[in-house]
């Protein structure tokens, strides 16, 4: 089930909000912790088991912990075995048809059988939130959870389940046993979801389909080329800070306050800034329990450069099991490794266009490699970005261009922070409400008769 259906909108979402508020207090998390495994388990009712073993594994472990917080060998002894565990429960799931697809490549091995393993949805962002909560009871930040319902309403809590952002448990700790609702937080609450809802089904959804259109590298020419992974540019952004705004809103309207996963990543103008700006809470994940651990940047220089490819390998192979991801975070590594010694003092002292210029050119190169899992078919796509071989444009690719130009240009815009300060100023003003209003009604209006008739509606992270 993802939040851009009409199952959600007007049957999950509705009912669950309506029983939610005429529960009494003491009942809301163990009803939020049934109806976010029924929102997991929905097309796949098994998934719901492999859930509560975890939660459960990581229940018992964490309380351990806590009993032998004072013994350190013992409660490090305890955490590498959970940590192990959580490794081995995503590996398995996540990278054993990868690792058994790698092996086969060595001389006499090609005859091995690649498992059929399904791969569990969000499995990725519920493993980390689990190892978070286990390394924060070690290190002292927060007690064990001794309530299963409480700890298992954290893991599976619906909002954030699928696609995040990935919440810490230190984070909600205190949300989870005493939030209070109020008009005010539900009130921003709704206004999250609805931008998230219109970036995911006006803009990113109609961005994909035309990237499906240009993605097969044939007669699109080099300028089709282009815009053709722009629009995969925009899907990306619009398709996972949608969701996430999604995600942050609804937690709101159930009391929660989640953390901010993006902070218009595309006005960058470094790749450093880049990553503090794009999903922001896998950045501080990777930053607090493998960054700092490994030793930051508190070392000699050929140590912090090992220090940033290690966490970029896994920030890469985080995303998918498939050797473009791994490219793909370490192309990033070698670009954040190259800024931090070499090239900031120069882009200090460009023109901030030219900055700005630099920075999106090698993101937008960066998606060619996020998104093509078949290496030959990347490196056909990055050659027809820089050759003339197919022509400039084709007939075919120049009228699904000008077609979606318009919405492009005003996609483009809404990706700096401009369009939001003036909506807010307008709305702020004496009358502003019967504005808000106003745009509140048409984008839900607008996003329903867009669900109807689209045939596309898919979410780019459900498949990490």
Not at 376 to 404: C, D, H, P, R
């Amino acid at each position: 089930m993802v939040f851009s259906s009409l199952i959600f909108l007007f049957l999950y979402f509705t009912f669950t909000l309506t029983v939610y508020y005429i529960l009494p207090r003491s009942a809301r998390n163990p009803f939020l912790f049934i109806v976010s495994l029924v929102f997991y388990g929905y097309g796949e009712p098994t998934l719901i088991l492999l859930m509560l073993f975890s939660v459960a594994v990581n229940f018992v472990f964490g309380l351990q912990l806590e009993k032998h917080r004072e013994h350190r060998k013992t409660a490090r002894t305890l955490l590498v075995l959970n940590v192990v565990f959580n490794l081995f429960l995503l590996g398995f799931f996540k990278y054993c048809a990868f690792f058994v697809d790698t092996v086969k490549l060595l001389p006499g091995l090609d005859g091995l059988q690649t498992p059929a393993i399904p791969l569990p949805i969000g499995i990725s962002f519920y493993t980390f939130q689990t190892m978070s909560y286990i390394v924060d009871v070690y290190r002292g930040k927060c007690r064990a959870q001794r309530n299963f319902v409480l700890l298992g309403t954290y893991v599976a809590l619906f909002p954030q389940l699928i696609a995040g952002p990935i919440v810490r448990y230190v984070d909600v700790e205190e949300q989870l046993g005493h939030r209070r609702e109020s008009f005010a937080l539900f009130n921003n609450g709704t206004k999250l979801f609805l931008v998230g809802l219109a970036k995911k089904v006006l803009i990113a959804n109609p961005m994909g389909a035309l990237w499906e259109v240009l993605k097969p590298a044939g007669d699109n020419g080099i300028l089709g080329a282009w815009i053709g992974i722009i629009a995969f540019t925009l899907q990306i952004y619009f398709d996972f800070s949608g969701y996430s705004d999604m995600a942050r809103g609804l937690g709101n309207m159930f009391g929660f306050s989640f953390v901010k996963n993006f902070d218009f990543p595309y006005i960058s103008k470094s790749i450093t800034e880049f990553w503090r700006r794009w999903h922001m809470s896998l950045g501080t994940w990777f930053r607090e329990y493998v960054y700092i651990p490994l030793g930051g940047n508190r070392c000699r220089v050929p140590r912090h450069i090992f220090n940033l490819l290690v966490v970029w390998f896994l920030t890469g192979m985080w995303h998918g099991a498939s050797w473009n991801f791994i490219l793909w975070g370490l192309y990033f590594g070698v670009l954040l490794i190259a800024e931090k010694y070499w090239l900031h003092r120069l882009l200090q002292k460009l023109p901030a266009f030219v900055s700005h210029v630099y920075a999106l050119f090698f993101i937008v190169l960066g998606w060619v490699l996020f998104d093509f899992t078949d290496l030959q078919a990347m490196w056909a796509y990055l050659g027809s970005m820089f050759t003339l071989s197919n022509g400039v444009i084709g007939a075919e690719a120049a009228a699904y261009a000008l077609s979606y130009l318009p919405l492009m240009l005003v996609a483009a815009v809404l990706c700096a922070p401009f369009a939001r300060r003036v909506f807010l100023r307008v709305t702020s003003m004496r009358f502003g409400w019967v504005l808000e209003a106003a745009t509140t009604v048409v984008v839900l209006l607008l996003c329903t008769a867009a669900l109807v008739g689209d045939s596309y509606n898919a979410f780019l992270y459900f498949r990490f």
